[in-house]
């Protein structure tokens, strides 16, 4: 949605709580949130009871955007200026919100990305495995083995989607565990000289390297692809300042989702994240 589309949605509260209800149904329908049942009647104070189970809740329920309370339209705003990359500070001098408020709305956000983000296709055909290091202090020893950075395991399949990881370290068993449950055995994966990948031929892959310290491509041989994602995540998260560790991986599962969907908007995706259901275990 533009921001002509995005000014009449959020013209008023009235508008823009119309606006969040059409995601929080189920194509137009109201679905009971404890037992999935259509058969529901609303009940005084803009409440539902279920026929089958008789559970009452109200309206977004159990949803992300009712762990904070504010407004519809000033959900509305935040997720378009989150979607347009103004930094929490930003938004919140533009909104008069409070500061902790708009951390909140973000991070609300994030968790959301990542509780609706599992994507169980598989990547396939020719794909490129790489792992990148992020945060901790700039000096010292960089890439693999660098003290207080995050590991993280990325694949990405050329001309699709990238899909990354943050890992404890990068061990030939990480490297073939998360490349399996990924990439569709068979596919070709192209990586750097690092022996830790050798073990992705004993994982049913065929696999070519490149040694980057003789040349960058060989032909087809080349990581370019899953390069290009660590540049475009880290140019973005080096304006966070230092993320703290347990933020992190929302951060970089921010990064990948923007990556993946970086030809269109996002604007829906995300409304539809935020008033969908919080996962049980969170
Ligand atoms: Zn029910």
Same mark, same amino acid.
């Given at each position: 949605?533009?921001?002509?589309? %995005?000014?009449?949605?959020?013209?008023?509260?009235?508008?823009?709580?119309?606006?969040? !209800? &059409?995601?929080? !149904? &189920?194509?137009?329908?109201?679905?009971?949130?404890?037992?999935?049942?259509?058969?529901?009647?609303?009940?005084?104070?803009?409440?539902?009871?279920? !026929?089958?189970?008789?559970? /009452?809740?109200?309206?977004?329920?159990?949803?992300?955007?009712?762990? +904070?309370?504010?407004?519809?339209?000033?959900? +509305?705003?935040?997720?378009?200026? %989150?979607? +347009? @990359?103004?930094?929490?500070?930003?938004?919140?001098?533009? #909104?008069?919100?409070?500061?902790?408020?708009?951390?909140?709305?973000?991070? +609300?956000?994030?968790?959301?990305?990542? *509780?609706?983000?599992?994507?169980?296709?598989? #990547?396939?055909?020719?794909?490129? *495995?790489? $792992?990148?290091?992020?945060?901790?202090?700039?000096?010292?020893? !960089?890439? /693999?083995?660098?003290?207080?950075?995050?590991?993280?395991?990325?694949?990405?399949?050329? $001309?699709?989607?990238?899909?990354?990881?943050?890992?404890?370290? #990068?061990? *030939?068993?990480?490297?073939?565990?998360?490349?399996?449950?990924?990439?569709?055995?068979?596919?070709?994966?192209?990586? $750097?000289?690092?022996?830790?990948? $050798?073990?992705?031929?004993?994982?049913?892959?065929?696999?070519?390297?490149?040694?980057?310290? &003789?040349?960058? *491509?060989?032909?087809?041989?080349?990581?370019?692809?899953?390069?290009?994602?660590?540049?475009?995540?880290? @140019?973005? #998260?080096?304006?966070?300042?230092?993320?703290?560790?347990?933020?992190?991986?929302?951060?970089?599962?921010?990064?990948?989702?923007?990556?993946?969907? /970086?030809? /269109?908007?996002?604007? @829906?995706?995300?409304?539809?994240?935020?008033?969908?259901?919080?996962?049980?275990?969170?």
């Amino acid at each position: 949605m533009n921001i002509f589309g %995005f000014h009449s949605v959020v013209k008023s509260e009235k508008r823009a709580q119309r606006h969040l !209800r &059409k995601f929080w !149904r &189920k194509n137009g329908r109201v679905l009971c949130i404890n037992c999935g049942s259509p058969k529901v009647y609303q009940i005084p104070g803009q409440r539902y009871r279920c !026929r089958r189970c008789k559970y /009452r809740f109200s309206e977004f329920s159990g949803t992300w955007i009712r762990k +904070l309370k504010i407004g519809s339209a000033q959900w +509305l705003w935040i997720i378009k200026l %989150f979607e +347009l @990359e103004m930094s929490a500070r930003k938004i919140s001098q533009q #909104l008069d919100l409070s500061y902790p408020t708009v951390l909140k709305a973000t991070n +609300l956000i994030r968790q959301s990305i990542v *509780a609706n983000s599992k994507d169980r296709n598989w #990547l396939q055909g020719e794909v490129e *495995a790489d $792992d990148a290091y992020f945060g901790g202090k700039r000096k010292g020893k !960089r890439g /693999r083995g660098a003290r207080n950075k995050i590991p993280v395991f990325g694949i990405l399949e050329r $001309d699709g989607k990238v899909k990354v990881e943050v890992v404890e370290r #990068l061990t *030939a068993e990480t490297i073939c565990g998360l490349t399996v449950k990924t990439v569709r055995r068979g596919s070709i994966v192209y990586t $750097d000289k690092y022996h830790g990948y $050798d073990s992705l031929m004993f994982c049913g892959y065929r696999h070519l390297n490149i040694d980057h310290s &003789k040349r960058f *491509a060989s032909g087809k041989v080349y990581i370019n692809g899953v390069e290009g994602f660590w540049s475009y995540a880290k @140019e973005r #998260l080096i304006k966070f300042h230092g993320v703290s560790k347990n933020k992190f991986p929302f951060y970089l599962k921010e990064m990948e989702f923007r990556y993946n969907n /970086r030809h /269109r908007s996002i604007f @829906e995706k995300l409304v539809k994240f935020v008033c969908s259901p919080v996962p049980n275990h969170l």
